[in-house]
């Protein structure tokens, strides 16, 4: 039977998608043919509620069968680009279609000459949401870069990493720390813009998110306790899989290696835990080198595939 369409609704929605992307995950060999759990989490509490990146009542879109099983769900994360998240036993190029359709009913952003953009995002060995997307008129765009879903399985040991002198790695402090901790982030990818336009009020909601965990979350700190490099991740214990984001290192703080030896100490962790599987995305010539530097060099590519409507 065909599945029904209904826009999210509360939080029994934003439940019962986590239980059905772990779902999805693990039927697809953990493979990131869709977002991991986490993802969707870290969208929830950090893009909208800090970023305010959209809303989960206006922006996801959930199909059903009758018995309410979901088989797909339709988000957005930053504006005009869009994720179709597919159960492999329903995927079919009619419910494709439909997913696009209302994606470009409601998720698209104003460009010029009064047109309308939408960027859906596809898996480069995607040959059938490729074609699809063709056959609706997208084309791979230049705004987006390719994002690089990489993976390292950790069936070996892990050696631990000797931290420049001069730098400790430990975990996050209390919230005594919330300000230096959101400096170092906007340092870390703001780089160019003024402080003036620094925020220190967010990070709570990072710490409320339910995969969150202190001893997951990893900061470099100098001789003088200032953050110079921080990594957090969210591990999934019911998939058995460990997501990094955000990693950062602080500008005047880079080329000591704080980089690698921090992802290394978050990949000794995870494996103490049993995690058997870490992702970390990327999309630079600088990110690539990083996270190949420490094995994370497994991957798939998602490319944004774009349409003025």
């Known amino acids: 039977m065909k599945p029904i369409m209904r826009r999210y609704q509360n939080d029994n929605d934003y439940w019962n998608i986590r239980s059905f992307l772990r779902e999805i995950l693990l039927l697809n060999n953990r493979d990131q043919v869709s977002w991991e759990t986490a993802r969707f989490d870290y969208w929830r509490w ?50 494709e279609g439909e997913m696009l359709s209302v994606a470009e009913r409601n998720l698209t952003v104003p460009v010029r000459n009064n047109h309308r953009s939408l960027h859906v995002w596809a898996e480069r060995e995607d040959t059938q949401l490729k074609e699809l997307l063709k056959n609706h008129g997208y084309a791979i765009g230049d705004r987006w870069k390719p994002e690089y879903q990489r993976r390292r399985i950790l069936a070996e040991p892990i050696s631990s990493l000797p931290v420049t002198d001069g730098y400790t790695i430990r975990s996050m402090g209390d919230i005594e720390e919330h300000h230096a901790r959101c400096f170092a982030s906007w340092r870390a990818f703001h780089p160019d813009d003024s402080d003036k336009n620094f925020l220190d009020d967010w990070y709570p909601n990072i710490q409320r998110a339910p995969f969150y965990r202190r001893d997951l979350d990893l900061v470099a700190v100098d001789v003088n306790g200032a953050i110079a490099a921080f990594c957090t991740i969210w591990f999934d214990d019911a998939t058995r899989t460990g997501l990094f984001e955000p990693v950062g290192t602080v500008p005047e703080h880079q080329r000591h290696g704080l980089g690698k030896a921090i992802l290394t100490e978050g990949l000794i962790r995870l494996q103490r835990l049993g995690a058997d599987i870490a992702y970390v995305g990327s999309s630079s010539d600088a990110a690539h080198a990083l996270y190949a530097s420490v094995e994370l060099k497994e991957y798939r590519v998602l490319e944004p595939w774009t349409k003025e409507v």
């Open 46 to 95: 950090h893009g909208i509620l800090n970023m305010k990146d959209g809303t989960l009542e206006d922006d996801v879109f959930i199909w059903e069968t009758n018995g309410d099983e979901i088989v797909a769900v339709l988000n957005r994360e930053a504006p005009g680009s869009v994720f179709l998240q597919i159960h492999p036993h329903f995927r079919r190029t009619e419910l």
